[in-house]
T-cell receptor, first 114, second 117 residues
């Protein structure tokens, strides 16, 4: 069974640009969450989607957005990139709708903003 | 709000030494507790979990017990190997805070473990 797949693995952008990251969850998983990992702030929750609906959101500015498609694949978008957006972005999927399910993480997309 | 505090690293041990990584939490409800491990260049892998007080999670020689009275979930291993070198994250999930419908994880800052041969 394939794991969580994130594409691309690496991205280099410049300030002011926008970027879209993609996440394909494990087959059968309907919940997808996104996290930002930086050396200074650690792992921070961005948002969670279930059945194409955002059901929880972290404390990030509106430049960070996401969506989920009917096949459970998810994308996150960051507009007007800032240097501080450089981070490892991790996607996690889990099986059911109820909380406290095991989350399976992808290898991440490393974004560098120059 | 909910939070997780874990011991600062790095933790440097010799092979076959005993490992303890401390983790304490603050939660308004009754969270589930997790330990995740991250190897260089990879995402996070679940190491073990516990969903209620006095539960013991275990996997690959690692253990942690959910202690409600001390709000702790310390990670232990009796004999570490070089291959255990990684960053370990303690995390909690408290879905009841959000009406029962979230898998949101709150992580500690991570502890780097370096095991020397």
């Amino acid at each position: 069974k394939a794991g969580v797949t994130q594409t691309p693995r690496y991205l280099i952008k410049t300030r002011g640009q926008q970027v879209t990251l993609s996440c394909s969850p494990i087959s059968g998983h309907r919940s997808v969450s996104w996290y930002q990992q930086t050396p200074g702030q650690g792992l921070q929750f961005l948002f969670e989607y279930f059945s194409e609906t955002q059901r929880n959101k972290g404390n990030f500015p509106g430049r960070f957005s996401g969506r989920q498609f009917s096949n459970s694949r998810s994308e996150m978008n960051v507009s007007t990139l800032e240097l501080g957006d450089s981070a490892l972005y991790l996607c996690a999927s889990s099986r059911a709708g109820q909380g406290a399910n095991i989350q399976y993480f992808g290898a991440g997309t490393r974004l560098s903003v120059l | 709000g909910n939070s997780v505090t874990q011991m600062e690293g790095p933790v440097t041990l010799s092979e076959e030494a005993f490992l303890t990584i401390n983790c304490t939490y603050t939660a308004t409800g009754y969270p589930s507790l997790f330990w995740y491990v991250q190897y260089p260049g990879e995402g996070l892998q679940l190491l073990l979990k516990a969903t209620k007080a006095d539960d013991k999670g275990s996997n690959k020689g690692f253990e942690a017990t959910y202690r409600k009275e001390t709000t702790s979930f310390h990670l232990e291993k009796g004999s570490v190997q070089v291959s255990d070198s990684a960053v370990y994250f303690c995390a909690l999930s408290d879905p009841r805070e959000y009406g029962g419908a979230t898998n949101k994880l709150i992580f500690g800052t991570g502890t780097l473990l370096a095991v020397q041969p």
